[in-house]
């Protein structure tokens, strides 16, 4: 039989045709998940830098999506003969513009007040760039697929699917495991991986010629990425230092937050920041932290098992070790990375009197919480000695309290556990994130209430009454329509200014409870600051300071008090 020439050659340009294609569909693939985790870093930025992630991820995204809009359009003027070449551009760019927006913006927010608008350019490229991708590449594949239909399928599908591989491994992989810098570069990396791969098949297949220059500006991008790769974490540091007045210590980012402690070594002075935000320092916490737990452990009728909510600096948990009649210590804090830092930095350790040291540390992924045993921790007593076995030194010890520590949301953990606590403090950050607001709920502070014992006092700290005046007032509006009985109280704390919190039980302190009590209030272990005296005058407030023009309470589905926080707070400064 003889053979078939023509038919042999059709089979070949089917084969050349349908690689192409598979080739475009795995390069849209790839380039929807890097496209997605570009916009997710876009966001992450700007609600670091500029805070409110609600507003910020919404702006960012929906601005994302205009240049996107923006970029389909202006595709138009790429004539048919450039395409290839344009989408081996648009890789470059993107890998360029990706991999370090993030460096750069730092960089800007420590050195310029004009951050925002450097964070907006690179929204705003990133955003042009992705937008010209999906049209571009439609374009290419148009020569290589039978039917339009077939084409916007396959292409359309492919993005899809990987915004939805992209939005996972940014999740469970990149936020977990690297900074946001260098999840910046991997992503780019990937960008320029498409644009090599792209010039590798078309040159091959004769569709493009072989460009020199575009071959020195691709080896250009490349050394570039891995350069940034390579050198991201020592820019961050870098770029990082210009933000703080002392010499960091320590910087890392959690799945949670990002940790950074300085130290000034001359007065000693350590300082502990959250995503940015003072969260202690050294020469001042015992004002904030005596204040936040010994009127509620000295108001309330037992204090055997007592509840720590947040706290996991340790510096709460060290002053409620001083009292020798608590049994049982629970300690919820979200980020073991936290609690773990705060057991074994020695400057963070040495601060919270290596309250950590026994404690039993339990970290908790699925639904359930199992009861677990409490570890016993001890701690050094001059009142008796005994004689150890093994050094020979006389040393005695005695019974403080049972403590279990587990990383967990707090949340989740007042809905799933069982049993009442007699003393609960609720230290959490600022509601600066919805994730935050979140705990300053009524429906949080109505779990909290029903794990209260009867006769149990709670304390809240609830930022500042006179720089973010609406904010404390909606939180202790949101308290009461929980069913608390509040006593606000405040104290400067120079780190923050004039700091509050709020008291809560399930009687009426005017009545069950009465002023004789707080009258009569004493301190039975050893306090750095607070005196019964300092404590009752804390009670006392200016007349202006607890009126308010707004009655709203915060809730899951109305939570008012990010707003108050993030637009009408610290307008003092």
């Known amino acids: 039989m003889p053979s078939d020439p023509s038919g042999s050659a059709r089979q070949s340009g089917r084969s050349r045709l349908n690689t192409a294609s598979a080739l475009l569909c795995l390069c849209m693939f790839a380039s929807g998940a890097c496209g997605i985790i570009l916009e997710y870093i876009q966001a992450s930025l700007a609600s670091m830098i500029l805070g409110n992630a609600f507003e910020q991820w919404a702006m960012v995204i929906g601005l994302m999506m205009f240049w996107m809009g923006f970029g389909s359009l202006i595709q138009a003027g790429i004539s048919k003969e450039r395409l290839i070449h344009a989408f081996i551009g648009i890789e470059i760019a993107l890998a360029l513009a990706g991999g370090y927006s993030p460096t750069l913006t730092y960089l800007s927010y420590g ?28 374009r290419i594949n148009n020569d290589f697929s039978k039917e339009l239909s077939t084409n916007l399928g396959n292409i ?85 230092q210009a933000l703080y007045d002392d010499p960091i210590v320590y910087s890392k980012t959690s799945q949670y937050q990002h940790i950074v402690i300085t130290h000034f070594k001359p007065l000693d002075e350590i300082r502990l920041f959250l995503n940015g935000n003072l969260q202690l320092c050294s020469t001042d916490e ?22 720590i909510l947040g706290g996991g600096d340790g510096c709460a948990l060290r002053e409620v070790l001083k009292y020798p009649d608590v049994d049982q210590i629970t300690l919820v804090d979200l980020d073991p990375a936290m609690t773990k830092l705060a057991t074994t930095h020695p400057l963070l350790s040495r601060l919270n009197n290596h309250a950590f040291d026994n404690a039993r540390v339990t970290t908790l992924t699925g639904p359930g919480i199992s009861p677990g045993d409490f570890r016993q921790v001890y701690q050094a007593s001059s009142d008796r000695k005994r004689k150890s076995a093994d050094s020979g030194y006389m040393v005695e010890t005695r019974h403080v309290a049972e403590v ?53 006092i709670a304390s809240v700290q609830s930022t500042s009454p006179y720089l973010a005046k609406e904010s404390y007032l909606c939180i202790g509006r949101t308290l009461t329509a929980a069913g608390f009985f509040i006593l606000p109280y405040h104290e400067n704390v120079p780190s923050f200014g004039d700091w509050g919190w709020f008291l809560c039980s399930r009687k009426d302190w005017n009545k069950d409870l009465g002023k004789q009590q707080i009258t009569e209030l004493e301190f039975t272990v050893p306090t750095r600051f607070l005196t019964p005296e300092v404590f009752r005058r804390e009670l006392v407030f200016g007349k202006d300071m607890n009126q308010s023009r707004h009655t709203e309470i915060n809730t899951l589905l109305f939570p008012v008090l990010l707003s108050y926080y993030n637009h009408e707070s610290w307008l003092l400064e």
Not at 411 to 430: A, H, R, S, T, Y
């Open 111 to 138: 050195y310029t007040s004009h951050y925002s608008l450097v964070l907006y350019f690179f929204v705003s490229v990133i955003g042009i760039l992705i937008g010209l991708e999906i049209p571009v590449i439609i």
């Open 156 to 240: 359309l599908s492919a993005d899809y699917i990987g915004s939805l591989a992209g939005a996972l491994v940014y999740v469970f992989i990149l936020l977990r495991f690297f900074p946001i810098t260098e999840a910046a570069f991997l992503t780019s990396g990937m960008n320029f991986f498409l644009a090599l791969i792209t010039f590798v098949y078309f040159t091959r297949k004769q569709i493009i010629r072989r460009n020199i220059p575009l071959l020195v500006i691709m080896a250009a991008t490349c050394a570039a990425v891995i350069f940034g790769y390579m050198n991201n974490r020592r820019w961050q540091i870098s770029n990082e």
């Open 286 to 307: 015992a004002r904030y932290h005596e204040s936040l737990v010994h009127p509620a452990m000295s108001l309330a009728q037992s204090r055997n098992r007592v509840l």
């Open 404 to 456: 279990r520590v587990m990383n967990l949301d707090a949340d989740k953990f007042l809905e799933q556990v069982n049993g009442v606590w007699d003393v609960i403090i609720v230290d959490m950050p600022d509601p600066s994130t919805p994730e935050l607001t979140k705990l300053y709920s009524k429906e949080f502070y109505l779990k909290v209430r029903h794990r209260l014992a009867k006769n149990g």
